[in-house]
């Protein structure tokens, strides 16, 4: 977890995860009963109810049995709905305040990273650590897509549209971008490098660059 962004997307893997096992054990418990207790032995008359070829089947209803396979989903998904507000909202709204925004184009296949300044680099996003970093991203001809694992961000980039992404990267490192919709035959090679520096280090190769060095 290099970035807030992983540590919230983490936090909601295992929050979804594990009522997820909760159901599967449910579910496959109750297969796994259904095929021992029901299972053809020897010298077992039909049951009065077994389905006959060429009739419809006797209805088996069972409302309530019915009802909650709508309502007991419904409610496990309202509920993670409604506690993971904040988190959703964490992960969309990039934060008021301090942050360096950097114009993304993608095109067949690179990345064009535009500072504030004017000056473009390809294929290398240089950042601050620990500050809110905002990407405003957009495609010169088809889709592409801003993927980095390592902070559990992705983003689409589509041709006449600008589309948002945020994060706020927690150590200095190299990261590896890589673009995460297949655009063309040499999608897999459209990778991009992004280097997390120390502020003050960061700030000085900025105004170094701004410069024109
Ligand atoms: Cu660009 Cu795949």
């Not at 070829?53 to 409302?63: I, L, T, V």
């Not at 296949?109 to 680099?121: I, N, R």
């Not at 991009?192 to 060095?213: H, L, N, Q, S, Y």
């Amino acid at each position: 977890m290099q970035a807030t962004s992983a540590e919230v997307v983490n936090y909601l893997f295992w929050e979804f995860f594990w009522p997820a096992v909760a159901v599967a054990v449910f579910t496959l418990g109750w297969l796994v009963i259904a095929l021992v207790k029901f299972r053809d032995r020897p010298g077992r008359p039909e049951p009065a109810d077994a389905p006959v070829a060429g009739q419809f089947p006797a209805e088996r209803k069972n409302r309530f049995v019915l009802a909650s396979f709508i309502l007991v989903p419904l409610a496990i998904v309202a509920v993670l709905d409604v506690i993971d507000q904040e988190a959703l909202h964490f992960l969309k709204e990039v934060p008021e305040g301090d942050h360096l925004t950097v114009r993304t184009e993608a095109y067949q296949w690179a990345w064009d990273f535009t500072y504030p300044e004017g000056f473009t680099l390809q294929n290398e996003l240089r950042v601050p650590k620990g500050r809110p970093v905002v990407l405003k991203l957009t495609s010169r001809d088809v889709l592409h897509s801003f993927y980095v694992a390592d902070f559990a961000v992705k983003q689409d980039a589509v041709p006449g549209q600008i589309s948002t992404l945020w994060f706020n990267a927690t150590r200095a490192g190299t990261y590896r971008a890589r673009c995460a919709e297949y655009c063309g035959l040499a999608h897999a090679k459209m990778l991009a490098t992004v280097v997390v520096m120390e502020p003050a280090e960061f700030d000085a190769w900025r105004a170094a660059k701004a410069r024109g060095g």
